[in-house]
Every structure is written in structure tokens, then in C-alpha cells.
């Protein structure tokens, strides 16, 4: 039963992928064209550049594709529900403990230790977007080239960045804006 | 708060507009829910939101998912949770689909490619803006520990590479030891 199939192989995706997003990868890679024969990997590599394309967690876009591919639009619904099955009973369980507990001064010193690495770890994210935006594809911390700085890009950050904080604009109108700057720069010129 | 139908259509629509315009996956949206409930609507503090991303970073599954779960149940119960899911999941559902159709025509338009390329700076100035508002706050806290774990978990982060569910596994044992033993056995405050 093909449906049972992708539901528990994107069960599996979603229960093991901790750390999220990339950590998925490898796991999507193994199951997708290694356990099931449902992408090449010329297919796998086409969907990595979708998923960078477009909006959304790389599990989830990965579950539509595949899904899709191999089952229709069926397909896609029971991958997408299969890989946030675990999410929801985890996330649910660990919800009622935390609120049932947070007031508690033991909870309270954990929690206290983990929100400044929280931030950290948001930071990081952000820092190889920010890399990303400022340089080009491949930009890491350790192969920065100045010569593939990207001028109009870091502009646009800049004055995205001013207009945030100046005068609280909602972030979606400012990406859709910078959006239709970029079709300006880079589609027409 | 109400909660009356305009209070769940707008936590509904908070998440899907979220999942729909962000690109970068989890740790971009995240950032932006954040904005979103905490800034914005001023449904959930600061504190409170950071406890709620720690501890969803330490579940399995896309962080995106797995944060709008937590954000839902919090505000709305388990029925809040189902529609942030739902709204999250949504997105990536119906744009996935579309393209898997004609995926090679979408990826080598060059009109979306400059799109694209230029939300990626607004992306970017959007992060940066939670970022130095969220780095802050910790600073103003003026709480020398909170600041030391931020330093050295940005460092593990960034340089070192550490898994992000194990610096939230140690940072949270860190502070649990910190605060309920050294600080009650004979440090200060």
C-alpha cells in the first residue's frame, strides 16, 4: 500500500531530524532514493533547489514533492501529515509538562540558562543568511571572497533594516518589497 | 484576550502568511513569530517565547512546525494548535504542488530568480532586525551568566559546529545546576 509507505518513511523523517531544517537532509536523501526508489538523485538534487527557491520547511517542501511525485496530490497531504505527526505528539506532550510545571524554581533556573542560547542560536541562522544575502550562493564564514560581494544586496539590507526599525513596518512588506526591487536590479538590467 | 473568531483567524493567518512568504525554512520563521507575537500582537513575552523556541528546539521535527504548535497551544489549546498547524503546513502544500508540475521551467526563470534574490536581502534585514533586538535585551538584563552563555553558545554555534539540540541540552543542565545549586549554596543576589 503505497500511501502507508510514504506516510512511515516521512514519519520516520520527522521523528529523527532533530536540530531542524538541514539535519533533515540526509535523512530525506536515505529514504527518498536509497530505502525507496522515488527520486533519482538528479530529482533530489532538483528538489534541494526548490526548496531553497521557495517559502517553508525543507521537510515539509520535501514531503510535497515527493509526495506528489509518487501519489498525486494524495501523496502530498499523507507525506506533509506523516513528517509532523511526531512534531505534534512531542511538541504536545512536552507543551502540557512545560506549563504545567514552568513555575517551579528548578524549571525556572534551566530555563533561565537556555534563553540566552536560544538567541545564539537564532543569531547563528541569521548570521549565514546575512552572509548569504551580502555575498552569493555558496558564502560560508570560512571562504569569504570580497570580490563576490554583493553591492545592490547589501544596500537593500541596509535600508530594509532602517525601515524596520524607524518605523515598524510589517517584515512581509518589507521581503515582498525588496523582492520587487530585486526583479528591478536583477531581472530587467 | 477575546477569543472570539477574529482571535483564531488572526492566529491562523499569522502563521500561514508567515510560512507563505518566508524563505530560508525554521530558523527564518521563528525569528519572525517572535515579531509577530511578541511585538506585534503582544500575546506572548519575550521570556515566555524564548522558553517556548528552547524547548521545541529540543523536540524532533521541522522547527517551524513544531514552534507554531507550541505558539497555538499556548494561546488557543490543543484546538489553537491544529490551526497554526494548519497554517504553517498549508503553504508549502499548495506552492510545492504547483510547481512540481513545471519545476525546470520555475527554476530557470529569470524574473523569479530576481525576485528571489532580492527577498533574501529583505530576509536578511528582517533577521538582523530580531537579532539586535533579542542580543538587547540580554545586555540590558545586565545578568553576567546570561550574557557568558549567549558568548560562549554563538561560539559553539558559529566556529565549533556543536549540534543545536545538544547546546540546548547543555546550556539548560548548565543553568538548572547554576541556579538551583551554586547560586543557593553561597553566591550573591
Not at chain 1, 39 to 63: C, H, K, R, V, Y
Request: glycine letters at 8%; aromatic letters at 10%.
Amino acid at each position: 500500500m503505497i500511501y502507508l509507505e510514504i506516510f512511515w518513511s516521512f514519519f520516520q523523517i520527522g521523528l529523527f531530524s532533530i536540530g531542524g531544517g538541514y539535519a533533515a537532509l540526509p535523512l530525506i536523501e536515505n529514504q527518498v532514493t536509497k530505502v525507496h526508489d522515488w527520486l533519482t538523485m538528479a530529482e533530489f538534487a532538483d528538489l534541494l533547489t526548490i526548496s531553497q527557491m521557495t517559502p517553508g520547511p525543507i521537510a515539509l517542501n520535501a514531503s510535497t514533492f515527493v509526495g506528489t511525485k509518487v501519489a498525486g496530490l494524495p501523496g502530498a497531504v499523507i507525506a506533509t501529515v506523516g513528517c509532523i505527526t511526531p512534531s505534534c505528539i512531542i511538541v504536545l506532550i512536552l507543551a502540557y509538562f512545560y506549563f504545567k510545571y514552568k513555575n517551579l524554581s528548578s524549571i525556572q533556573g534551566i530555563l533561565k540558562g537556555l534563553r540566552p542560547a536560544v538567541v545564539s542560536l537564532i543569531a547563528s541562522a541569521g548570521l549565514s543568511i546575512l552572509l548569504l544575502a551580502m555575498f552569493n550562493e555558496e558564502t560560508t564564514l570560512n571562504n569569504i571572497q570580497l570580490l563576490d560581494i554583493n553591492i545592490p544586496s547589501i544596500i537593500m539590507v541596509a535600508l530594509g533594516l532602517f525601515i524596520l526599525r524607524k518605523y515598524k513596518t510589517d517584515p512581509i512588506l518589507v521581503m515582498i518589497g525588496t523582492g520587487l526591487v530585486g526583479i528591478i536590479i536583477y531581472g530587467i538590467f | 484576550m477575546e477569543k472570539n473568531l477574529k482571535f483564531y483567524w488572526t492566529l491562523f493567518i499569522s502563521t500561514f502568511s508567515l510560512s507563505a512568504f518566508t524563505i530560508g525554512g525554521g530558523y527564518v520563521i521563528v525569528p519572525l513569530m517572535r515579531k509577530k507575537f511578541v511585538e506585534e500582537l503582544k500575546w506572548i513575552d519575550e521570556e515566555e517565547m524564548l522558553n517556548l523556541v528552547a524547548i521545541c528546539q529540543s523536540a524532533p521535527g521541522p522547527i517551524a512546525v513544531n514552534t507554531s504548535i507550541m505558539v497555538g497551544y499556548r494561546l488557543a489549546g490543543l484546538f489553537g494548535a491544529l490551526l497554526t498547524t494548519i497554517g504553517t503546513v498549508l503553504p508549502p502544500l499548495i506552492i510545492i504542488t504547483i510547481i512540481a508540475k513545471f519545476y525546470t521551467a520555475f527554476k530557470e526563470n529569470t524574473i523569479v530568480n530576481a525576485l528571489l534574490l532580492g527577498m533574501r536581502a529583505g530576509v536578511a534585514a528582517v533577521i538582523l532586525d530580531v537579532i539586535i533586538k533579542m542580543t538587547d535585551n540580554i545586555i540590558k538584563s545586565k545578568n553576567l551568566i546570561s550574557l557568558a552563555i549567549m558568548i560562549v553558545a554563538f561560539i559553539a554555534a558559529v566556529i565549533i559546529d556543536v549540534n543545536a539540540a545538544l547546546i540546548i541540552v547543555l546550556s539548560g543542565a548548565f543553568g538548572g545546576f547554576y541556579y538551583n545549586y551554586f547560586k543557593k549554596a553561597g553566591g550573591t543576589e
